[in-house]
């Protein structure tokens, strides 16, 4: 296992873009990957872990890897691929990396994370993958999922062990590894996880790393459920959410974005703000409340964001 590896500087290549929705789709079921298209999602997360019965674990990565492959000759603009191996814990995974880190793959989606040490090490193993392939160095994004107690509350030195890191976040799906590790009683609600999704995006955004990610929501016929779960964490400050079943990912790409109207009144200020300005006045009333450069600067960066800059 290579220990020399490079690892990837702020000026080196870093694949990271604002996604609202990602969409689990099994490795094994690649025909699927239309119908993730067609939901409108923003990216695929194609998995070769849970999702996949160890029978079928060859046949997942063969498939995979010739979806890679497809994406890699598809034009410039398609949706992103990203793939969940398995665990770092043995060669296995390992050799996963070598067949997916290549042209095609936009990330890898890391699973039971419990210290930055796991990201290092998927780090050094990515960078040597994307050399031998001839890609740039940090091309290929990282997002280390959060799975255990150590991993959560060790959630900034992880988002910060590695540039390529992206994506990060606390998932908080009932009956999953977070619940059986922190011990909380999922509800609808989600007001037990509050806090613990509310730290760790914390700790993700001190670190740099980008477009914090949440989810998940398994009732897959309750969008009311969803929708309440999606704008609660876009209240919070995530960026987007992972998804299990392609009937979400409408209700969480409209809450992920901004209305029309939305980015009109932050036009509006924008153009209010610095129209004050050229005339020497730092504050204004603006509709109704008092607002000056920190708030036309909140509201460049959404406009900038949604392709409205």
């Known amino acids: 296992m290579p220990s020399d590896a490079g690892t990837p500087t702020s000026g080196e290549a870093r694949a990271t873009a604002h996604l609202r929705s990602l969409l689990f789709v099994p490795g094994h079921r690649t025909d699927w990957l239309p119908k993730a298209r067609a939901a409108g999602a923003d990216a695929v ?16 990565r063969a498939r995979v890897t010739e979806a890679l ?3 890699a000759a598809e034009p410039a603009g ?5 793939v969940r191996i ?7 995974a390992a050799d996963e990396l070598r067949a997916v880190v290549r042209p095609g793959t936009t990330g890898i989606v890391l699973p039971k994370v419990h210290t930055a040490a796991d990201v290092r090490l998927a780090d050094r193993l990515i960078t040597w993958c994307e050399q031998e392939h001839g ?3 940090g091309a290929t994004a990282l997002v280390p999922l959060l ?3 150590r991993a959560l509350h060790d959630a900034y030195d992880i988002a910060a062990a590695a540039p390529r890191v992206a994506h990060a976040g606390a998932l908080t799906a009932p009956g999953g590894d977070v619940e059986r590790a922190v011990g909380y009683r999922w509800s609808p609600q989600g007001t037990e996880t509050v806090a613990l999704r509310s730290r760790v995006l914390l700790d993700v955004r001190a670190a740099g790393a980008p477009y914090p990610v949440t989810g998940l929501w398994t009732h897959i016929a309750d969008l009311t459920g969803l929708r309440a779960f999606a704008e609660q964490n876009r209240a919070l400050g995530y960026d987007g959410m992972m998804a299990i079943h ?4 409408p209700v969480i790409n409209e809450v992920f974005a901004p209305t029309p109207e939305e980015l009109d009144r932050c036009a509006r200020l924008v153009a209010a703000v610095e129209s004050a300005q050229r005339t ?5 009333s603006f509709e109704g409340q008092m607002v000056d450069e920190a708030m036309a600067a909140t509201a460049r960066a959404v406009l900038t964001r949604h392709g409205h800059g």
């Not at 398609?78 to 990203?82: D, G, V």
């Not at 392609?246 to 990912?249: D, W, Y």
């Open 45 to 60: 997360i194609l998995d070769l872990e849970d999702a996949v019965p160890a029978p079928d674990k060859p046949l997942a």
């Open 246 to 249: 392609p009937t979400h990912i």
């Open 69 to 71: 492959a497809e994406a």
């Open 280 to 284: 020497g006045t730092g504050a204004l």
């Open 78 to 82: 398609a949706m992103p691929l990203f």
């Open 135 to 137: 890609l740039p160095v």
């Open 147 to 149: 799975e255990s107690a």
């Open 86 to 92: 398995n665990p770092l814990d043995d060669w296995t």
